[in-house]
């Protein structure tokens, strides 16, 4: 039943499936109110090596958005300058491969890095 379906799912590797539902699950936490969760969620998730560009860019993303539903926007200023790095393909401080700049994550790191500043002022 249905437990046995849970521990088959559970003993898979992470791929792109469990990534999407960690993201869903942090913007769930986050649209629920419960930011300081979404926070820990995207940061225990980010301390993971290796992420795709996208899903780390995703991870910054919501927990910039946690961290500015916080008043906690010196945080949410640090998560948008790192998805700059990111999308410019500037990745030596990250977990990433350094690669070449992605226009649609440049996108999403400017849309962040705006949300923020006109918080700042």
């Not at 990534?19 to 300081?36: K, R, Y």
């Not at 993303?61 to 410019?88: N, P, V």
């Amino acid at each position: 039943g249905i437990d046995k379906t849970i521990k088959k799912k559970s003993a898979k590797p992470k791929g792109g499936k469990e990534a999407g539902n960690i993201l869903e699950q942090i913007h769930q936490l986050a649209w629920t109110g419960q930011h300081v969760k979404a926070i820990d969620v995207a940061t225990q998730e980010l301390s993971m090596s290796r992420l795709q560009r996208d899903i780390e860019m995703s991870l910054l993303d919501l927990r910039a958005e946690s961290y500015i539903a916080q008043g906690q926007l010196d945080l949410a200023m640090q998560d948008a300058k790192a998805m700059m790095k990111i999308a410019k393909g500037d990745t030596r401080s990250s977990n990433t491969r350094i690669s070449k700049p992605d226009s649609r994550l440049l996108t999403q790191a400017l849309n962040r890095l705006a949300l923020v500043q006109m918080r700042t002022g």
